[in-house]
């Protein structure tokens, strides 16, 4: 399946209530991580939920295009079910201040649950000094390799939190015209991990977006780049680019040699259509800004 975003508009017929049936987007979650046509015994058995819920599940996943049915097959013998997207977008219009406010309160709820769920399984016995910790209110499933790889992205982003910058001046008009240095705080920010004991699904993030900034979400730009086309090393090679690594340091960390690393790169740009690593980068993040020193 190629990488694919759904957009629904908020104002549409059952889009709300597919917003608030977590239950449902759940067990869709369970068939998108499963990245194949599953079966709803298949599906009772990943999840522990009974068959009678899983079909009103899939008939509202149906409903909404979110899913396929896909039909019985050796080996297969039942009817299956596959996911048709990875992302979930609900569109709505920013002017209209009664659809914002019911979306701040959706989102208000939505931290709420996360705070019960973290109360109700958070592992009491991890203790920070063994790992780090973020947060942000979904409730994902990482393997030890995502949760390795997620480190190390954290780490740099820690990096360059506390890297020196320089202190903004300005002219003390008051005075004798001196340079004033200034350091105010105009963001604060929270990284923190809440590992979760126990059996619990994992959620899908809703990307709630504004209609006029829709276009970041059009899959021709996210993922026509021919994202979906690249092999899984050219794949790996254009994602460490875009996080900045250099050709030798994804040579080392993918154990190939560097040349071996510039044929892949030359094959990745070709099908994404960017000629440079700064244009890689805008192109992946569906942001078309120009590269450092280009107007």
Wanted: net charge neutral; with cysteine.
């Amino acid at each position: 399946m190629k990488n694919s975003t759904k957009i629904l508009d908020y104002r549409d017929e059952g889009v709300q209530d597919l917003m608030r049936d977590s239950a449902a987007l759940k067990t869709w979650e369970f068939m998108r991580g499963m990245g194949r046509t599953t079966t709803v015994e298949e599906m009772s058995a990943g999840t522990g939920l009974r068959k009678t819920t899983l079909h009103e599940h899939v008939d509202h996943l149906l409903q909404h295009g979110l899913i396929k049915m896909v039909r019985a097959r050796k080996p297969r013998n039942s009817v299956g079910y596959r996911s048709l997207v990875d992302r979930l977008v609900i569109s709505y219009d920013e002017h209209d201040e009664s659809v914002t406010q019911e979306l701040i309160a959706f989102s208000e709820s939505t931290k709420h649950e996360f705070d019960e769920i973290i109360e109700e399984y958070a592992d009491q016995e991890f203790h920070p000094k063994a790992g780090f910790r973020f947060r942000q209110t979904e409730v994902l499933h990482l393997t030890q390799d995502e949760f390795a790889e997620l480190r190390r992205r954290m780490l740099s982003v820690v990096s360059f939190l506390t890297m020196p910058r320089h202190a903004k001046t300005k002219i003390d008009e008051s005075g004798d015209g001196t340079e004033i240095r200034t350091r105010f705080c105009n963001q604060a920010i929270k990284i923190e991990l809440t590992p979760l004991t126990g059996e619990l699904l994992p959620k899908p993030s809703l990307i709630m977006s504004p209609r006029s900034q829709l276009d970041q979400w059009d899959n021709k730009k996210n993922h026509s780049g021919g994202m979906s086309t690249l092999t899984p090393r050219e794949h790996q090679v254009a994602m460490a680019l875009a996080d900045g690594f250099s050709r030798a340091q994804i040579a080392a960390r993918m154990e190939i040699s560097v040349n071996t690393v510039s044929t892949l790169t030359q094959r990745a740009y070709k099908k994404i259509g960017v000629t440079s690593q700064a244009q890689l980068a805008a192109r992946i993040t569906g942001h078309d800004r120009p590269a450092p020193g280009e107007s």
